[in-house]
Structure formats: C-alpha cells, structure tokens
C-alpha cells in the first residue's frame, strides 16, 4: 500500500516533442506529491509538486496532471529538449510533505535531437 | 540557493568497520532526512529526525544505523559495523515545517556521499 508505481522505465522523446511519464498509488493518506529530477553523481531536485486539492498544475514546461479517483498523476514535459535528459522520480508523501517521501521507480527520459 | 551540503562526496570502507557521513542541512529547517539510493534503483528512506529525536525510520535502519545532531548545523549518519549491500548513495535532506506544501519547497537535497564498502 506504501508503493508508488511509476512507468515507463525508460522514455526516448525527439527534442521538440512531449515527454510523459505515469505515476499510481495506493495509499489515500498520501496528499503531497512531488516530481524530482535527478542528474547522474546529483541528488534529486525538486520539480514540481502538486496536492490533490487541484487537478493539474503548470510551471513553465512542466506540467502536473492529478487524477485523485484514479489515484494516478503525471509530468508532462512540452517542448523537451536535450537538457531535460536525466531520470525523473515521482514520489508521494502524507501530511503536506512533511513526512517521509515514498519514491516511485524512476525514468531515464532521453532526449535526441 | 541555500543548500545542503555533504561530506565526504564518496567515501571508501572496508567491511565491519565504522563511518560516519556528515550533512549541514539549510539553517532554517526543522526536518531532517537520510535516503539511499542503491546504484540504479529508486531512492529509499532511511529515517526522519525531528526536535532532536528520530521521527520515524524504515525496516532498512536497523541497530547498525543512528543518526546524531551533535551541534546547532551539523546532522550525521552513523553506520556501526558496514556490510556490503550497504554501498549506495546516501542522500541528507532537510525541509521546513509545515512550509513545505504552502511554498511547493519539499525536501532540498544535498549532492550525496557514495559509499563503497569493499
């Protein structure tokens, strides 16, 4: 119950396109969920994040999708570019964040020209 | 920006013996953390340190793990007797007390210190 699913494992995107990655949980004490993006030898960098109390979220390029029925949310990434190339982890937490995050598997989003 | 900062950045142990991997969390946070992050693998939690106690701690923090505040900045990991799925990334972080879902701050994470037990 304290698991957050994440796919796909691995995503090649074309610069330029839409980058999409999923997220699920099961745990509905959990209202903080936040999106890290990590570099190799970094640690995670906090994203962007979102509460359930809304349904989607923008911040630049970066957008949140929550889906609170379904238990699901996702990043989407418009207009990717070569720069975004890192792994990207979503996470959950109860509490508004503040306590322990539950991290998803985390994807290698690779961007090609 | 503040930061979060670690040391050592990689650390080489061999097997039973002792090391302590150190953390200076952001000055005006009240929450602390150790994950770890087997190579490759998701990033998992290790244990929450609040008012100068543990908070909560998963199974993997076992009697071979504690953590210590020992001043007002520094925050450490202690591991007693290292073994070798001990080696991974290990990752501090800090937050601010019910701040984190107002400002959309979260955690702030340092850099991590690779640990290699051999």
């Known amino acids: 119950q304290q698991q957050v699913k994440q796919s796909p494992q691995s995503l090649i995107v074309q610069k330029g396109g839409i980058s999409i990655i999923n997220c699920a949980y099961e745990?509905?004490?959990?209202?903080?969920f936040p999106w890290y993006q990590q570099f190799p030898g970094k640690g995670p960098a906090l994203l962007i994040a979102i509460r359930p109390d809304v349904s989607e979220k923008k911040e630049g390029r970066f957008t949140i999708s929550f889906n609170k029925s379904a238990k699901q949310f996702s990043l989407h990434i418009m207009d990717s570019q070569p720069g975004d190339s890192a792994t990207y982890f979503c996470?959950?937490?109860?509490?508004?964040?503040?306590?322990?995050?539950?991290f998803g598997t985390g994807t290698r989003l690779t961007i090609i020209p | 920006e503040p930061e979060v900062t670690q040391t050592p950045s990689h650390q080489v142990t061999q097997m039973g013996q002792e090391v302590i991997l150190r953390c200076v969390p952001i000055?005006?946070?009240?929450?602390f953390y150790w994950y770890r992050q087997i190579l490759g693998q998701k990033v998992e939690f290790l244990v929450s340190?609040?008012?100068?106690?543990?908070?909560?701690k998963s199974e993997i923090f076992d009697d071979q793990f504690s953590v210590e505040r020992p001043d007002g900045s520094n925050f450490t990991l202690k591991i007693r007797s290292t073994k070798l799925e001990d080696s991974a990334m290990y990752f501090c972080?800090?937050?601010?007390?019910?701040?984190?879902?107002?400002?959309?701050?979260?955690?702030?994470f340092g850099s991590g210190t690779r640990l290699t037990v051999v």
């Open positions: 340190f609040y008012n100068n106690e543990i908070s909560e």
């Open positions: 000055s005006n946070h009240l929450y």
């Open positions: 972080a800090s937050s601010e007390r019910g701040q984190a879902a107002s400002r959309d701050y979260g955690y702030t």
């Open positions: 745990n509905t004490a959990f209202d903080y």
């Open positions: 996470a959950a937490s109860p509490n508004f964040g503040n306590e322990k995050l539950t």
